[in-house]
């Protein structure tokens, strides 16, 4: 039994990483892995691994503006933990900060105000180059 959580997990984990700059809510994963996987898990499945998958910090969660659902995306591995994210307003993108721009970031901040930032908890955001130059893949 536990092999076949495993199996679910993984398939999730699969489809979330192949849609990874894509922002869904837990109803668009469910139905998106049902249309790749025939044996993908069910609805209620999916709610239960996406929280778990948030709870390890395997995803980012954002807040769907003017509702109360969340949409999500995947953060990466334990990798993913060592830098900070940009999330573009335009057009969704969950972008990878460089690691050493996070650590001189986060000094700074520590720094200049005697405050230490839960980078795993903290996301900048803002709007791509590519929205900025209007140039938004429809896609997105």
Do not use: W
């Amino acid at each position: 039994m536990a092999e076949y959580k495993t199996h679910q997990k993984e398939a999730l984990l699969a489809f979330l990483c192949r849609y990874r700059d894509t922002p869904m809510d837990v109803e668009e994963i469910a139905a998106g892995l049902k249309e790749t996987d025939p044996n993908a898990p069910g609805k209620s499945t999916v709610y239960r691994l996406v929280g778990r998958l948030y709870e390890e910090g395997r995803l980012k969660r954002f807040e769907i503006p003017g509702s109360r659902a969340y949409s999500y995306q995947f953060a990466g591995d334990q990798a993913c933990r060592r830098h900070l994210h940009m999330k573009c307003l335009g057009c969704g993108r969950l972008l990878h900060m460089d690691e050493a721009q996070s650590r001189r970031l986060l000094e700074e901040i520590s720094g200049g105000s005697d405050f230490q930032v839960d980078q795993e908890e903290t996301t900048l955001f803002g709007t791509c180059a590519r929205c900025r130059a209007g140039k938004q893949d429809p896609s997105h």
